[in-house]
């Protein structure tokens, strides 16, 4: 079992930023991600990152978002530069560890037009 726990939402207006936080209760070793959900929409990837820092991302956010992680720390961020409206939703943090998926509460991100 492990827990997630995220940080860092908010309401901001479009162009600003915003940092999000997801700390673990144990050390993960396998790949660890951002979710997001928007009303009515399914949840989607926004980016990923493996033990070693190898990260993708979802064709939407790249250039604007930056995932990383502090295994010391059993946390991964997500930094959001040039925020959207279209970026308004709940994010989660995820990591899979033997083939159970594991998720955080949710974070909300409103960004205004």
């Known amino acids: 079992q492990v827990q997630l726990v995220e940080s860092g939402g908010g309401l901001v207006q479009a162009g600003d930023f915003l940092r999000l936080s997801c700390t673990a209760s144990?050390?993960?070793?396998?790949?660890m991600g951002w979710y997001r959900q928007a009303p009515g929409k399914q949840r989607e990837m926004v980016a990923s990152?493996?033990?070693?820092?190898?990260?993708n991302y979802a064709d939407s956010v790249k250039g604007r978002f930056t995932i990383s992680r502090d295994n010391a720390k059993n946390s991964v961020y997500l930094q959001m530069n040039g925020l959207k409206p279209e970026d308004t939703a709940i994010y989660y943090c995820?990591?899979?560890?033997?083939?159970?998926?594991?998720w955080g509460q949710g974070t909300q991100v409103t960004v205004s037009s």
């Open positions: 995820n990591t899979e560890i033997a083939t159970t998926d594991y």
């Open positions: 144990k050390r993960i070793f396998s790949i």
């Open positions: 990152i493996t033990w070693s820092g190898r990260t």
